[in-house]
């Protein structure tokens, strides 16, 4: 299998976006080649769905700042995975291990509502692991328009005194799932706010941009290479 890109290579690599994004396609095709699939009758669908990794990886690198962490879009209509899913949307966060964070929102009639705590992810270069922590958001105590609120830190502080659950050493990111089955359900709202104060500056300078380039095509990578194999 074509190994992930590695961190440093991006702008080496294609020195524009347009040569970067050809880059990948490029390492994509490699990979079709030597897993044997998707065929060449399947090319232009196989674009379409590297484009698509393309455009999550895109919302959860240049879209996210793990300083002021606000959810964006995962996967849902605009990036299906796999086949259109209008039905389920994720969406993603940034977190650091060590931070402590305030998730609240309201409760909305999915039949299925989840924070995922996860490892991995297009903000660090790599595909998302396995839950570390899953909390679900219909077991959570709701106020009397259905608001909710938990805390996930290292630690519970001894001031707060609403649910709390302890943050999973080498967590970066947040996954929050919304499934809905039926016409007339309708998806709750969620945010996080970072308790910690922020180091990262809101503008994007040359450095960052390299990195989140870095990580966009480590992502896109990585994740394109196992979802090959496994077909």
């Known amino acids: 299998m074509t190994p992930p890109v590695p961190p440093g290579n991006a702008f080496e690599e294609g ?21 044997g699939y998707p065929p060449l009758a399947l090319r232009d669908e196989y674009h379409r769905h590297m484009t698509m990794l393309i455009a999550q990886g895109y919302a959860q690198t240049f879209g996210a700042n793990v300083a002021y962490p606000q959810f ?39 039949s299925l509502s989840t924070v995922m705590v996860r490892k991995g992810g297009a903000n660090v270069g ?39 659950f302890e943050m999973p050493s080498g967590a970066t990111g947040l996954v929050s799932r919304h499934v809905t089955e039926l016409p007339e359900q309708s998806d709750g709202t969620i ?25 966009l095509c480590g992502f896109v990578s990585e994740l394109n290479s196992f979802l090959i194999a496994h077909m």
């Not at 390492?27 to 897993?35: G, H, S, V």
Request: aromatic share 8%; with cysteine.
């Open 15 to 35: 020195g524009s976006l347009s040569g970067i994004l050809h880059a990948l396609i490029e390492k994509a095709d490699l990979c079709a080649r030597e897993a």
């Open 72 to 110: 964006v879009l995962h996967t849902g209509t605009l990036f299906p995975w796999g086949a259109p899913n209008h039905d389920t949307v994720y969406k993603f966060a940034p977190v650091e291990d060590h931070c402590h964070y305030l998730i609240s929102g309201r409760k909305g009639t999915e």
């Open 126 to 164: 790599r595909m998302h692991g396995a839950p570390l922590l899953d909390v679900d958001i219909a077991d959570l105590p709701g106020g009397p328009s259905d608001e909710f609120e938990f805390m996930l830190s290292p630690s519970k502080p001894s001031d707060y005194a609403g649910a709390w």
């Open 191 to 215: 945010c996080v706010q970072r308790l910690d104060a922020g180091q990262a500056s809101c503008f994007m300078k040359g450095d960052a941009a390299r990195a989140h380039m870095d990580n």
